[in-house]
């Protein structure tokens, strides 16, 4: 049984996002833009454009499948699982994708799932401690919300604010060379400490209006896929385990039910009570039955990883 959803919640959750993810790109590109114009003025503008496009340009077309081979993913094929093909089949046609993605293994007890690549070639990544942990209807949650990532083309929206800190860094770091060089003549203006200031400190304010972005699409994205499952508490229940599950052991053993302060400005993700706190206001009736006990039977051939989560060769922890 699963509740309808709070078409009001939606619509005014929905408008919210969009404004701030607008707000959020502008303020980026107006970051960027400046430092262009510090250092070089229209001409700056336009190769700190220039820059950002070509890069762009070439970011999506890399392929899903490099990302997943430094994470050690496997596909899976339907037979091994089929009743997670057919809930990702049913979500992504609701979502009106072309094709389903292809689901790949992370062989890592960390619970966690990812998209990458574009509608057209997209792939979800799922770990071995997200399968085993979670029930059929806390996955469906899970896979909508990837799917949603995908449908909205926040991949290439995230990839987007990245190309824009990576040139606002490059324009930041040669504008205070350009300063330092020139530091004997430009003392005599007072005007050139304000622009140093907003040089030194672009990199640092592009990397918070980037996890702003990311915090607002991870909004979306939760909302959009209470809408394909119709059944926002499914998700909620998948983010609550998520997040009792993740605490390391000595957290779990002198902090139980705690999580480690962190500075809301500097998460990427919302917190997990908030993004909870909205998606059962989406319920217009909240249900009372329990959350569904089934789980997946995994293949043999994907056995539960013997060894802890640690760093990795190719700079990815899982």
Not at 193 to 219: C, I, M
Request: net charge positive.
């Amino acid at each position: 049984m699963v509740s309808p959803l709070n078409e009001r919640e939606r619509i005014r959750h929905k408008f919210r996002n969009h404004i701030q993810s607008l707000v959020l790109i502008a303020g980026m590109g107006a970051l960027l833009t400046a430092c262009g114009w510090i250092i070089a003025g229209e001409e700056g503008v336009a190769w700190a454009l220039f820059a950002g496009s070509i890069s762009l340009l070439f970011a999506p077309r890399i392929s899903p499948w490099v990302t997943l081979r430094m994470y050690g993913g496997v596909p899976i094929v339907p037979q091994e699982v089929p009743a997670l093909f057919q809930l990702l089949g049913v979500i992504s046609d609701r979502a009106g994708l072309p094709r389903p993605p292809t689901l790949y293994y992370i062989p890592s007890p960390i619970m966690t799932a990812f998209a990458t690549g574009t509608q057209d070639k997209a792939a979800i990544a799922v770990t071995d401690g997200l399968l085993r942990r979670l029930t059929l209807r806390e996955l469906a949650g899970v896979i909508a919300h990837e799917v949603s990532h995908i449908r909205n083309d926040d991949l290439w929206i995230m990839t987007l604010a990245d190309v824009m800190n990576r040139v606002t860094v490059v324009m930041s770091l040669a504008g205070v060379i350009v300063l330092l060089a020139s530091l004997p003549v430009l003392l005599l203006e007072g005007s050139i400490w304000l622009l140093a200031s907003l040089l030194v400190f672009a990199p640092t304010l592009a990397s918070l209006l980037q996890l702003a972005l990311s915090r607002t699409r991870e909004y979306d994205a939760d909302l959009d896929a209470a809408g394909l499952t119709g059944d926002p508490h499914g998700l909620a229940s998948a983010l609550a385990k998520l997040e009792r599950y993740q605490g390391g052991l000595l957290e779990t053993l002198f902090l139980p039910g705690r999580r480690i302060p962190q500075p809301s400005l500097l998460r990427t993700h919302p917190d997990t009570s908030k993004r909870i706190e909205r998606l059962l206001a989406l319920e217009a009736r909240p249900t009372e039955a329990g959350i569904n006990p089934d789980r997946l039977a995994l293949p043999y051939r994907l056995a539960p990883p013997q060894r802890r989560p640690h760093w990795r060769s190719t700079g990815v922890w899982y």
